[in-house]
């Protein structure tokens, strides 16, 4: 039995709330375009939207891969060593998109749950899995903070996009203010 098997009802929930969540964002996305009076920015999309799915995407990646029958912890920490540091890169490209985008004005929250809080859960899960072999108790724990960090982070961009298009966006195409 490998440390991962103590892990596995952890990661069936975290992982089964990933997927579910990928799914309302992709029918809350289509909801929003699919309004009259809806002008989709494919800039805004690039640097707000799709991290939301990317970070869904890798909770759900993250508690397939750990809940797999490894033999042993070697080939899981790899896989998870690596989606850390493509998560940082990817963190490095929302900051650019970010930036490029002139449909919405960043404010500091953006920053915070787009950026800066991804960012460290990457940076947590590849430092966790690169200290899996001598700090392995510790390592999963690190791990599983990366997997609720960006389920967190998921949740909070999701419903912050559906406040923004409902309470900001459409009374301003509504031709009224707030």
Request: aromatic share 12%; proline share 5%.
């Amino acid at each position: 039995m490998t440390p991962l098997a103590a892990w596995q009802n952890f990661y069936v929930i975290v992982g089964s709330s990933a997927g579910a969540l990928i799914g309302l964002q992709f029918v809350v996305m289509s909801l929003i375009t699919a309004t009259p009076t809806a002008r989709v920015d494919p800039q805004a999309g690039e640097a707000f939207a799709t991290p939301t799915i990317i970070h869904f995407a890798t909770v759900l990646g993250l508690s397939a891969i750990l809940n797999a029958p490894w033999d042993g912890i070697g080939a899981p920490t790899v896989i998870c060593g690596v989606i850390g540091l493509g998560g940082v890169v990817y963190a490095g490209i929302v900051t650019r998109r970010m930036r490029k985008q002139n449909a919405y004005q960043p404010e500091f929250e953006d920053w915070l749950f787009h950026v800066l809080l991804p960012f460290a859960a990457y940076v947590t899960l590849s430092i966790a899995a690169f200290s899996a072999r001598s700090h392995t108790h510790q390592a999963l724990f690190g791990v599983a903070a990366s997997a609720l960090l960006l389920l967190f982070v998921g949740i909070h961009n999701a419903w912050d996009a559906v406040t923004y298009h409902v309470f900001v966006k459409r009374p301003r195409q509504d031709g009224r203010s707030h």
